[in-house]
């Protein structure tokens, strides 16, 4: 299942406090600092279970080396999708080199100190990564009042992934939904790009946030 999706930016914390933030609206829950001191995140909880992590980077020179560094420009950008995963080493094993890296421990500590621990494996671009919570998925997913947004936000419908080669693609997300239901549209076009559509109390609405990747 769709776990979250991953937007980037290089100042988090002056992202959020801009007056005219896209995020304002939203009830913006502070996730804490991740186990590699590089990055921190925010996130933005969907009744549907999905959240969108917003994420900064609080060592820039560091950040350099981060995958996601360069999604990260002034503006913000759509920078990575997750799938959760039940059983992450069977899955490593199926999509055999269809993974690049892992699995590989991961973790933050929640600003009232609660530590949260998973495990990841990274997928060859443009297809997500996958993620096993060790803890309780409800300590890094928080509900209750976190899941209510003024503006009716409801979490994060689906992933549409734009790429110029849309047959190889195509296959392997093909291949990753041999693992289970994968809510990814694909389509052509002149560059690979990323972009989600979220789901509102007002049903005829509908955002898509591309990001160049």
Do not use: C
């Not at 993974?99 to 933050?108: D, S, Y």
């Not at 495990?119 to 096993?132: G, Y």
């Not at 990323?194 to 160049?212: F, I, Q």
């Amino acid at each position: 299942m769709l776990d979250h999706v991953v937007q980037v930016y290089r100042d988090l914390d002056a992202e959020l406090a801009r007056s005219d933030s896209p995020w304002r609206g939203f009830n913006v829950v502070a996730g804490g600092v991740h186990a590699d001191g590089v990055t921190h995140n925010a996130l933005v909880i969907g009744s549907n279970g999905t959240y969108i992590e917003l994420v900064g980077f609080r060592d820039p020179e560091r950040g350099k080396d981060h995958r996601w560094w360069k999604v990260a420009t002034e503006e913000g950008g759509p920078a990575d999708f997750a799938l959760l995963s039940d059983d992450l080493d069977a899955d490593v094993v199926a999509l055999g080199d269809l993974v690049t890296r892992g699995p590989e421990a991961g973790g933050r500590v929640r600003p009232d100190g609660v530590r949260i621990e998973w495990r990841t494996a990274l997928l060859a671009a443009p297809l997500p990564f996958l993620i096993q919570d060790i803890t309780s998925r409800e300590l890094r997913v928080p509900g209750g009042g976190e899941i209510r947004h003024p503006n009716g936000f409801m979490g994060v419908l689906g992933v549409l992934v734009t790429t110029p080669d849309v047959a190889a693609t195509q296959a392997r997300f093909a291949r990753l939904r041999e693992r289970g239901t994968v809510p990814v549209e694909v389509r052509g076009g002149p560059q690979s790009r990323l972009s989600w559509r979220l789901a509102w109390r007002d049903l005829s609405r509908r955002v898509d946030r591309p990001s160049e990747s």
